[in-house]
């Protein structure tokens, strides 16, 4: 693990040797997501069990971490911002490959320099709404329709009630316009997200969701299944697949719900008679805009599943591993065909449910 220090970083002077040395040490102590760490600051950790809210984003085994930005947080007493870039180098070519640029923030708790997110400090002065469960976090400048919260606070308690698991006490649900813009107020002020700007992201363990939607931000239901469900899953062997399948059929996908993704579903099928369930599982096709074969074929197999044996079948099936033809083998057995029938029979549920 290598940190380097960009052009123009001072790491000499006080406090910014203490503080570069702090942040040094939490990157080459190799974090691992969701662990407690004692150079993060302890209000954070008692608010986030996973307190490096971009963990899971920035730490996937690149080595070549470079401060590039060290210095007073503007507007923030006793506050310095950190600014990192994680890239990989081609040891022919030297080409640097950039995998994110975030921000993390060093501030003062009990007389000591601690580690903290991004995240409260660029969204304390967003607008924020509380309906039932979920508190709705987006930009001044961000209209809200409390009516499509109103029904979205609904379906989590509608979902939990139907899993019989008990319904999160509170999610944070962070939205804008897009969701490169909401996820730079997490810290990322770079990452690979791809050209559509519709998406969310969410941590469970923190109960945190982060929505990118200009049209239908309020209602982006995918993660909020994400978090209710975990509970569900916990404890199960579950294909990861399988697990966005679940999260599509009964949070939807790409903004749109489990219904209104079916008949681009069909006309993808109808355009490839020879994918299979298993090929779906061992190298699903890219996302085109809104239709995801992977998660839309897995949400109508666990659709399946569930009109064939409910909660208890949808169980089995997520606990059948992450292996395709076990998982498959179990679907068959659940649905009462042999397996050699089972690409048939869904083909003819998503044909007829696409009408």
């Excluded at 996973?50 to 070549?64: E, I, N, R």
């Excluded at 770079?190 to 239908?216: A, C, H, K, Y």
Aim: proline content about 6%; glycine content about 8%; overall charge positive.
């Amino acid at each position: 693990m290598g940190v380097a220090v960009g052009f123009g970083v001072d790491t000499v002077g006080a406090p910014n040797q203490e503080i570069f040395a702090l942040w040094r040490g939490y990157l080459t102590s190799r974090p691992v997501c969701g662990r407690p760490n004692a150079l993060w600051s302890r209000l954070e950790q008692q608010q986030w069990p996973s307190v490096d809210l971009l963990c899971p984003y920035v730490y996937q085994g690149f080595t070549k971490f470079t401060v590039v930005h060290l210095a007073p947080a503007i507007g923030l007493d006793s506050t310095y911002l950190i600014r990192t870039l994680i890239a990989s180098v081609s040891d022919s070519s030297q080409d640097v490959k950039p995998l994110a640029l975030y921000r993390v923030y060093a501030t003062r708790e009990r007389g000591q320099w601690v580690l903290a997110n991004a995240l409260p400090r660029l969204t304390r002065r967003w607008n924020s709404e509380r309906v039932g469960r979920i508190t709705f976090v987006f930009p001044a400048t961000r209209a809200f329709s409390r009516s499509r919260a109103e029904k979205t606070a609904a379906f989590v308690d509608s979902l939990a009630r139907a899993f019989d698991v008990p319904s999160p006490p509170s999610i944070r649900y962070y939205f804008t316009d897009d969701l490169s813009e909401t996820l730079r107020a997490a810290g990322l002020e770079f990452f690979p997200l791809g050209s559509d700007t519709v998406g969310g992201r969410s941590e469970v363990t923190n109960r945190l969701v982060f929505v990118g939607s200009s049209s239908n931000g309020e209602a982006y239901r995918h993660e909020l299944a994400h978090v209710v469900l975990w509970p569900f899953l916990a404890q199960l062997k579950t294909a990861g697949l399988v697990q966005e399948g679940l999260m599509t059929w009964t949070g939807g996908s790409a903004g749109l719900d489990f219904k209104e993704l079916i008949p681009g579903l069909k006309r993808y099928l109808d355009a490839h008679l020879d994918l299979t369930l298993e090929s779906v599982m061992t190298n699903p096709p890219p996302r085109a805009g809104t239709l995801d074969v992977g998660y839309d074929g897995l949400a109508v197999l666990c659709k399946m599943v569930y009109d064939a044996g409910g909660i208890g079948a949808v169980r089995s099936l997520a606990n059948s591993g992450s292996e395709p033809r076990l998982v498959l083998n179990t679907a068959a057995q659940l649905l009462s065909v042999p397996p050699a029938k089972l690409d048939e029979l869904w083909r003819g549920r998503i044909a007829a449910w696409s009408r």
